[in-house]
Structure formats: C-alpha cells, structure tokens
C-alpha cells in the first residue's frame, strides 16, 4: 500500500478552487449541478439499505458518516441535515478551511480534517467518496482505505467519470474547454470504468451492490440514468 493517496499537485489545484466553493455560479458551479443528483442516489441507497421510511428526514439519526474528498461541504452539509456525526476529510487545507467556516455560519457541527483518509481512525456507517477514486496516488489502495474504515453492516458510495470516449469529449475537451469545469481539473488516463471499480471494491473485501449512471441531456441536465457512459454511482457493503 502507498504512503499516501494525496497526489500534491491535485489538492493544490482544488486548493486554488477554495475561495468561490459555495458560489453557484463561480468555478465549482457543475458540483452545484451535480450534488443534487449524487445527493438523490446516496438517499436512495441509505432507505433501501437500512430499511428507512423515505418519508423521514433523518434517516441517518445515530449513524456516523465519512465524506472523503469533501470539498467545501456541498454533501457532507446534507449528510448532517439527514441526521448523521459527520466527519469530512479532504486532501487540500484552503478547503477544509472554507468548509469549517461554511458549516459554523449555519449551525452545523461538522468534523472536518485536512488530511489522508489512510490516517484516519474509527469505523463509519456511511463513507462517500464522490468524484474522489480518479484524483487519488493508487485508486485500488484508496478503496482498500475506504473498507477499512467501514462498519459492520456499513455503506459506501461512490462516483467518478467512466474511462469512455464520451466522458473525455463533454468533461474535459468540451467542460473543460469552455470553462464550466476549471481547466486541468481531469486527466482521461486517470478515468476508471466501472467493471475495474467492481474488481477494486472486491479486493478490497467489498460487494457491489448497484452502478447508476449520471447522464446529461440539454432537456434534462444531468440526471441519473441507466446510461454510465458519462459518470457513475456505486454502491458497495462488506462482502
């Protein structure tokens, strides 16, 4: 296993991201656009998992939640409202320090950490990791991380662009290209299809239990699909 799975360069890019994080309209604006779809299939797989009224609006009440690669907060923040102790973690200080600040304006107890998830202690009943694997040093040893910081009877859920033509043309040659996405955000060679997911999650001790794909149509926006050739959600438990 590496040392670490922070890869500087990365944090540093997303670092620079910091100041305009919460801004619908700044350089984070697609996680804007996004966190509500990936917001919607994390729910969805918390009732079905645990059994949960999806009427409730704190299904996570008593669950302890993990979001690696939180960013400034934008699903951690829900996390809590669902009713979860959440701690975040991210790679890069600028954000965290954005995030601290972001979850005490509106009263949000939040335990956030600038730093590896390698380093971490405990065990979480839900870990996210959400466009996170294709950033990281080693993404099978940062899974392997992730299992090891799950509970008995705990969830993961992640997401990430898949390694496909279509991914490259609209999120870095045309995303990238035109600004909706901050230049240099994503290398394609670092794109992970979801069958090499699977078999990381199952290394690393884990079962897949569902993939749903995160598509866009000029009707629709992005949504969540059948069709992951653009980006995915996965969700995994202790096999």
Known sequence: MVASSIVPEEAEHFGRLASDWWDPTGRSAMLHKLNPVRLKYVRDQIDQHWQVDECSRTPLAGKRAL?????AG???EPLA??????TGI??????????RDHAARHGLE?????????ELQGRFDLITAMEVVEHVAEPAAFVAALAKRLARDGLIVMSTPNATAMSKLLMITVAEGVGKIP???HEFERFIAPDRLKMMLADAGLKCLDVEGIAWSPTHGLHLSED??????ISAVAA
Do not use: F, H, K, M
């Open 228 to 233: 992951v050739r653009l980006n995915y959600l």
């Open 81 to 86: 409202r669902l009713g979860a102790r959440v």
């Open 183 to 185: 230049r240099g955000t």
């Open 67 to 71: 979001d690696v690669g939180c960013g």
């Open 90 to 99: 991210d790679a890069s200080p600028e954000v965290i320090a954005v995030a």
């Open 110 to 118: 939040i335990d956030y950490r600038a730093g590896d998830v390698q």
């Open 74 to 76: 934008l699903l951690a």
